[in-house]
């Protein structure tokens, strides 16, 4: 069975920093496009990062971009979102996901984990 499981989440106050992680099972996930989207109280899913299949090439979204970093470790088969600086607006259920593609559009990512909650209080 394939999973990816997120965990590192929880309570942060504003300025403070979080590590997420999403731990893949099931089959290899080394030549997939790995991305973290989440979902802010009340509103849509929104892109977040995304990282190639070798870890060479990033993308952001303009909000997180310099505050947040992806990185891969595919012997271990995870996917890591160091956060940094975390705002209040960056409140949401962080969701990681896996593709063949790179896109922000989250409906193209083929497997997707259950989501850990990251909560910035100001």
């Known amino acids: 069975q394939v999973q990816l499981v997120e965990s590192g989440g929880g309570l942060v106050q504003a300025g403070g920093s979080l590590r997420l992680s999403c731990a893949a099972s099931g089959r290899t996930f080394s030549s997939d496009v790995m991305a973290w989207f989440r979902q802010p109280p009340g509103k849509e899913r929104e892109f977040v990062a995304s990282?190639?299949?070798?870890?060479?090439?990033?993308y952001y979204v303009d909000s997180v971009n310099g505050r947040f970093t992806i990185s891969r470790d595919n012997t271990k088969n995870t996917v890591y979102l160091q956060m940094n600086s975390l705002k209040p607006e960056d409140t949401a259920v962080y969701y990681c996901?896996?593709?063949?593609?790179?896109?922000?559009?989250?409906?193209?990512?083929?497997?997707w984990g259950q989501g850990t909650q990251v909560t910035v209080s100001s």
């Open positions: 990282i190639s299949w070798n870890g060479v090439n990033t």
């Open positions: 996901a896996a593709g063949v593609r790179r896109t922000v559009v989250g409906d193209s990512y083929d497997y």
